[in-house]
């Protein structure tokens, strides 16, 4: 698990990944949250994941996102798992995938209409 | 089916079932990814349907994976499985005859056609009017349910391209079918329904079949090996019980094998005796042989047409509404591969995740803008080929590695070879001209990468029926050669794996085997 410094600074640094816009960010949803559980139970994982973070948890917030930055750019290894993992965890959450995207699925529907599109019709040849 | 069919036309039967029978009231069909994370985290677990190869493990060679899928419990994979239910055609029965590899199906459309007929009524297929020589026609079919905005706009592409798309085929009903209800379009088939609105053996089949009285079955009873009598024909089944590790045997007159396609050959091969030193029914040493699956993998692109639009409800009824059917045969263009490919379109649209995200670029409120831009235009394409049927692709047993009874596991030994790769480059340029007919913006993917064997979940070929007993286990009835009280009516009977989904087929193939079994024993001559 996860410190409170460490806690702190993955929602910061998940919120550099999907901000708060008009729709709620990543620390928003619990992003932290869920990583932290996800990596719980994977031990080498999460070893490597502590070592990426512990140079961001005394950085102020500029700094942090000028750091955040350049991994980005150097396609870091790092930069890599915590955008799969908040990109992951985000779009499972209730703000990510219902409220940000528009997702209503698994939900008992009376009838299915599908495309009504004119302009997307097929025609028959 | 076998239960099902033989119980109706007066037969007692017993069916052993290796699991435990999972109960719909428990299903999470339509549990949110959130809900399911809360649930996880307080020790809640849904049902476990996937057999855990740590309980019966199977061996495979060293660099020669095998993702064998296996379900315990009444109706099997059925209760999960993709519900695409595709006719095959004489371009498949005649397929081998055509082109010299391996043996000739024993059948052709015309003995299966009336069956097929029968199954679409019987479980309720949805589809559309469409007829071809590859994917013949149904008067039967229940309505299609309408396309999505990206299956219309690829259809419309597919003609600019010159590749066709029909109406999807799939056992789910979209009208009240039998007494049961329509399906109510949560998109969440993959988790088991628990209306039953999808064909699944257990309710479909096992159900009606127990009301006649003449059904019995035995749940955790993991089926080890078919005795022989002195004569040489098959006397019962030995099993143990899957909880408490006891040793049964059970008598019978006949003995019907359907455990899915490994693990029937499993049993068989396992079936050893003095007068069967190789396995009941094995001494042409086919059983086992002929291991065959299909090639899959998966490319997805972005419709402009619906970049940016509003999310839509994509669910309908979960997975593929077009299909496109396998052209190669009549496009009078040489290839240098026997056989051929067909295409799936699951992940259309609006779904339970944002996977794709992953593979976009960058990161920040950019980022994050583009993710949403792109969700409702998701395009999901998963191409299906046909592997050849080689002889040492198989599956053998060994007494050096057995499993929890001290019966020996299967090892699988299976790879594919140039004839599936020349076709997975020609599946991919199809792939490849439709994303750009479509104009679809393309999410990156790396040309020849294939599915690891078995993810397509469709074994066939290791007890396969055919005309010549020197080449052959079955005949066309699926009643072995050699042992004519002993019957596989499941895939492993199949010659050829097609590029087609089996099951439906294999519906048809067990009814039409299981009314020659019962006309048999009604004549006394089993």
């Known amino acids: ?125 | 089916m076998a239960a099902w069919n033989l119980t109706r036309q007066g037969a007692n039967v017993l069916m052993l079932d290796a699991g435990t029978p999972f109960r719909r009231s428990t299903f999470w069909t339509h549990v949110k990814p959130w809900e399911w994370r809360e649930r996880m985290e307080a020790g809640r677990r849904p049902p476990p349907f996937r057999l855990d190869d740590r309980e019966q493990p199977y061996d495979t060679p060293k660099g020669q994976p095998f993702d064998l899928f296996r379900v315990w419990g009444r109706g099997g994979k059925t209760n999960v499985w993709g519900r695409v239910s595709l006719r095959y055609g004489d371009v498949d029965f005649e397929g081998p005859a055509r082109d010299g590899w391996e043996i000739d199906w024993p059948i052709r459309y015309k003995d299966i056609s009336g069956y097929y007929d029968r199954v679409d009524q019987l479980i309720g297929v949805c589809g559309g009017p469409e007829d071809l020589d590859v994917l013949p026609g149904s008067k039967y079919h229940l309505p299609p349910p309408a396309m999505r905005c990206a299956e219309q706009l690829l259809r419309k592409a597919g003609k600019s391209a010159g590749i066709d798309f029909v109406h999807g085929r799939r056992a789910v009903l979209t009208r009240p079918h039998n007494g049961r209800a329509a399906c109510h379009y949560c998109g969440a088939c993959g988790r088991g329904c628990d209306i039953s609105a999808f064909f699944n053996s257990s309710d479909y089949l096992l159900e009606p079949a127990m009301k006649t009285g003449r059904l019995s079955v035995i749940d955790n009873a993991v089926v080890a090996r078919v005795l022989a009598g002195d004569n040489g024909l098959a006397s019962g089944v030995q099993y143990f019980d899957r909880l408490t590790k006891a040793e049964r045997t059970v008598r019978a007159r006949i003995v019907i094998v359907a455990a899915s396609a490994v693990d029937s050959t499993r049993i068989l091969l396992n079936s050893k005796s003095p007068r069967w030193p190789n396995g009941i029914g094995n001494s042409n040493d086919v059983v086992g042989r002929y291991l065959c699956e299909q090639i899959r993998f998966h490319v997805f692109g972005f419709m402009p047409e619906l970049m940016g639009t509003k999310a839509l409800n994509d669910d309908g009824i979960s997975g593929e509404h077009m299909y496109m059917p396998r052209y190669n045969h009549r496009d009078g263009r040489k290839r240098d591969y026997l056989r051929g490919f067909g295409m799936q379109l699951w992940n259309t649209g609006a779904q339970s995740n944002a996977n794709f995200a992953k593979s976009l670029d960058g990161f920040g409120l950019e980022f994050k803008k583009s993710v949403k831009r792109r969700y409702p235009a998701l395009l999901g394409m998963h191409p299906y080929g046909e592997v050849l049927p080689y002889r040492d692709n198989r599956v053998v047993v060994d007494a050096k590695h057995v499993d929890r009874y001290g019966v020996p596991v299967a090892r699988i030994e299976f790879t594919i070879r140039e004839n599936e790769r020349k076709m997975a480059a020609e599946m991919y340029d199809m792939a490849e001209s439709l994303l750009r007919a479509a104009k679809a913006e393309v999410l990156p993917f790396e040309r020849g990468t294939i599915d690891p064997p078995g993810a397509a979940i469709h074994e066939h070929g290791t007890v396969r029926m055919g005309r010549d007993p020197k080449r052959s286990v079955l005949n066309g009835f699926c009643q072995m050669h050699e042992v004519k009280n002993l019957f596989c009516v499941d895939g492993a009977a199949f010659p050829t794996a097609t590029e087609k989904n089996p099951t439906l087929t294999i519906l048809a193939v067990a009814w039409r085997a299981t009314d020659y079994l019962a006309a048999e024993m009604k004549a006394g001559r089993l």
């Open chain 1, 1 to 125: 698990m996860l410190n409170a410094s460490e806690m702190n600074t993955l929602a910061a640094l998940s919120d550099f990944i999907i901000p708060r816009s008009d729709t709620p960010g990543a620390s928003d949803a619990g992003v932290h949250f869920i990583i932290d559980s996800v990596l719980a139970g994977q031990t080498e994982r999460l070893a490597s994941f502590r070592a990426g973070l512990r140079p961001f948890l005394k950085l102020d917030s500029a700094k942090r996102l000028e750091r955040l930055t350049a991994l980005h750019a150097g396609k870091d290894p790092f930069f890599r798992m915590l955008k799969d993992l908040t990109v992951e965890a985000y779009y499972s959450t209730r703000e990510g995938l219902a409220t940000e995207l528009g997702w209503t699925g698994y939900t008992p529907q009376a009838e299915y209409k599908g495309c009504t599109h004119p302009e997307h019709q097929w025609k028959k040849a």
